[in-house]
């Protein structure tokens, strides 16, 4: 079973930046699709970026779809997400997320394995 520790998030100025990371440890990494999803108070838990085993392949939700960036790097079993120009409606709690299936899937419920989540605040 995979653990899953994101890190990267905190206070930022609208307009301004955050990299997020995940780390997995207890499976292999290079046989999980790996997500990003958000949620704000009172609302649902939303999709935001997802990537595939090797990279190759990205989805991203269309809020934050030309804001973000994700990745992975297999050496440090770590799934990162890039935000850019971030809107106050960004503040969100952001969890990351692992998937045994093998394609790329927005849904949640096709997510197996979530960490705690990480704290962005955007500030006006």
């Known amino acids: 079973q995979v653990q899953l520790v994101e890190s990267g998030g905190g206070l930022v100025q609208a307009g301004g930046s955050l990299r997020l990371s995940c780390v997995a440890s207890g499976g292999t990494f290079s046989t999980y699709v790996m997500g990003w999803f958000r949620q704000a108070p009172g609302k649902e838990r939303e999709f935001v970026a997802a990537i595939s085993r090797i990279g190759y392949t990205k989805y991203y939700g269309d809020s934050m779809k030309g804001r973000s960036t994700i990745s992975r790097d297999g050496a440090k079993n770590t799934v990162y997400l890039e935000m850019n120009s971030l809107k106050p409606e960004d503040t969100a709690v952001y969890y990351c997320?692992?998937?045994?299936?093998?394609?790329?899937?927005?849904?949640?419920?096709?997510?197996?394995?979530w960490g705690q989540g990480t704290q962005v605040t955007v500030s006006s």
């Open positions: 997320a692992a998937s045994i299936r093998l394609g790329v899937s927005k849904k949640l419920t096709d997510y197996d394995y």
